[in-house]
């Protein structure tokens, strides 16, 4: 499906813990452009349908959440996550438990609901361009992206980023417990019948486990002046 705009598009795809979601800030944050996560529309429908009682193995039900989300995000100081505001409500650190995580893995495994999120994330596509994080922006979303990067990182190295990041939050967790669910979305997330997690056959293959953030954004920024020459 042809979605090209004219305007650019930089896409960030891959696991939790890849780093993307930080990448994608500071990219926007660089070019001065605009930012999608992705990820968090579908957490972002896991809790309001959590909140308004849905039962979430209800597809149909679920679906209908999705189409009426009242979302917004806010970008925020360098470095620190965008601001996301549900019904009004800053529930920034709310949708980024492991609780919502696993809720939102649930939910983006049902055609329905990615049907109702597919335009919504293509209308954040706008002027001077749009860097999208997620998990099937390539593939699916902006399959004409002039740019799409995929980023991995091993296992291990996911879930130590991702228990330092709940130790900075004041939240108690084992380094075995992450792992062990990291590899369980990796598997229900590679090996879903609606857009798995795959990278596009035009991206770039990004391993990130021995960079540090400023060294992976130098990559990023160097593979999208690339595109341009």
Not at 34 to 49: E, H, K, P, Q, V
Not at 61 to 75: G, N, S
Not at 77 to 99: A, K
Not at 192 to 221: C, H, I, M
């Amino acid at each position: 499906m042809k979605v090209s705009s004219g305007i650019p598009v930089i896409t960030l795809d891959g696991p939790s813990g890849s780093g993307k979601g930080t990448i994608a800030q500071l990219t926007a944050q660089a070019l001065g452009w605009n930012i999608l996560d992705s990820g968090a529309l579908y957490r972002l429908t896991a809790l309001s349908a959590e909140r308004q009682g849905v039962d979430l193995a209800d597809e149909n039900a679920v679906a209908k959440v999705a189409e009426t989300l009242d979302v917004r995000f806010e970008a925020r100081t360098p470095g620190q996550p965008v601001s996301v505001i549900l019904m009004g409500d800053d529930v920034t650190l709310e949708i980024r438990t492991e609780t919502c995580g696993a809720m939102a893995s649930r939910v983006a495994a049902y055609p329905l609901v990615r049907a109702a999120l597919l335009q919504r994330q293509r209308d954040f596509q706008s002027a001077p361009g749009l860097v999208a994080d997620g998990r099937d922006m390539g593939t699916v979303v902006f399959p004409d992206a002039p740019c799409k990067i995929f980023m991995t990182a091993s296992a291990e190295v996911r879930a130590r980023r991702r228990y330092d990041q709940l130790k900075q939050q004041g939240e108690s967790v084992k380094i075995s417990h992450l792992l062990n669910e990291i590899k369980e979305r990796d598997e229900r997330d590679m090996n879903r019948s609606n857009a798995p997690l795959r990278p596009a056959d035009d991206a770039v293959v990004l391993d990130t486990s021995d960079f540090s953030v400023d060294e992976v954004l130098e990559k990023v920024l160097q593979i999208w002046s690339s595109r341009q020459s």
